[in-house]
């Protein structure tokens, strides 16, 4: 098990994935950063005989960014009835996603990487959390004069502290200003804190309980605190995918 019932990792994830803090800087948007060494000495990827394929990965809410060691790109499939991937890039910005997805994991490398707070889209990449959703981009799409650089940085690194510091000095460098609340947001916080129901916080706003969610999911910090709110949220025009994404990944007697 990856997370615990709050979303968090577990201290056995993280100790597996060389888990670090981010600088003080990055703590309102950068969860932690990893540095997974390759599996083999020489660094190529290793394709083990019997072994699955493809995995789901479930939806954990939260967006990451990732460098493949040794130039493996991120294979992804629409469904189980897709022969071959889509082959994305080796750096990769993936979105938060509110539902499972299908990857390759035919030749596994190590990776280095780093798992964003809300809000670290627009703060890291200039891209609001919404457009991202339930996708995957090549870094280049977003950081187009500088993820070709730092993929090669990482990958000639002497060490996985190595390879953190160099990711992390580039996030510090695309750090922009924080932005300020919503105001509609701003008010709604300290009543959701008080045990205010969601529908009549929602109410008392005066947008559309879609509206609202989209707002609140790209709002992040309140004074100065990463939000550690968990907003879960379904709307109709979500549902059918949802719905087809559970149905393909639960056994029948779940």
Do not use: C, E, V, Y
């Given at each position: 098990r990856l997370r615990n019932r709050s979303g968090a990792l577990t201290a056995a994830a993280a100790s597996a994935m060389g888990l670090h803090s981010p600088a003080?800087?990055?703590r309102p948007w950068v969860e932690s950063l990893w540095a997974v060494?390759?599996?083999s000495a020489d660094g190529e990827a290793q394709a083990t005989p019997g072994a699955r394929s493809r995995e789901w990965v479930m939806p954990a809410?939260?967006?990451?960014v990732v460098i493949r060691l040794g130039g493996e790109p991120l294979g992804l499939y629409q469904d189980l009835e897709q022969a071959q991937p889509q082959w994305?890039?080796?750096a990769v910005l993936a979105g938060p996603y509110d539902r499972a997805y299908l990857k390759d994991t035919s030749r596994m490398n190590g990776s280095v990487g780093a798992l964003l707070l809300p809000g670290a889209l627009h703060a890291l990449f200039g891209i609001a959390e919404p457009a991202l959703l339930n996708r995957h981009v090549a870094l280049a799409e977003v950081w187009p004069d500088d993820a070709a650089q730092l993929v090669e940085w990482i990958n000639a690194a002497a060490s996985p502290q190595e390879q953190i510091a160099r990711l992390e000095a580039q996030l510090l460098a695309h750090l922009r200003p924080a932005r300020a609340l919503h105001p509609q947001v701003a008010q709604a916080l300290p009543r959701l804190a008080q045990g205010q129901r969601i529908d009549e916080v929602v109410r008392m706003s005066g947008y559309s309980h879609r509206r609202f969610t989209s707002?609140?999911?790209q709002a992040t910090v309140y004074k100065g605190r990463s939000r550690d709110t968990a907003w879960y949220s379904i709307v109709d025009h979500e549902f059918p995918a949802i719905e087809r994404a559970f149905g393909q990944w639960l056994a029948p007697g779940d």
């Open positions: 003080i800087a990055l060494p390759p599996r809410g939260r967006a990451h994305l890039s080796d707002l609140f999911r």
